[in-house]
């Protein structure tokens, strides 16, 4: 199974990252790709450099970001794992890096299970 994981901030010191912080994902990262589970992460711009695209009675429309509604996301990661209790598992080990390597920064990661050709109807 594949899930997606989506990294959002809700508060952002203003410091940047430890680098002690980035060294731990790093690690982390090295050790999901071993384990065969990570298949792709990268970071997101701010939403500031998106846009919102949405169908809405019938009529189609374009929103230029930033989004005051949403949470700043940060990144994702794609994972492939037995079961969504592992995506879960890789999740919280990432926001424990957070919590206790960056003071003050508090997020949260959405779990999402990717769907892929074989979970459709034939």
Known sequence: MRYML?????DVPATPPP???MEA???LGEEAGRAGALLDTAGLAPSAQGARVE???GK????DGPFAEAKELVSYALFQVRSKEEAVEWAS?????HRDLWEGWEGEAD???VFG??????
Do not use: H, N, W, Y
Request: proline share 6%.
């Open 93 to 97: 080990r990432f926001l424990r890096l």
């Open 6 to 10: 989506i990294l959002k901030a809700t």
């Open 19 to 21: 680098a002690e912080l």
């Open 111 to 113: 779990v999402l299970r």
């Open 117 to 122: 050709p074989q979970d459709l109807p034939a």
């Open 60 to 63: 189609l429309s374009v929103t």
């Open 55 to 57: 169908v809405s009675g």
């Open 25 to 27: 994902i790093a690690k």
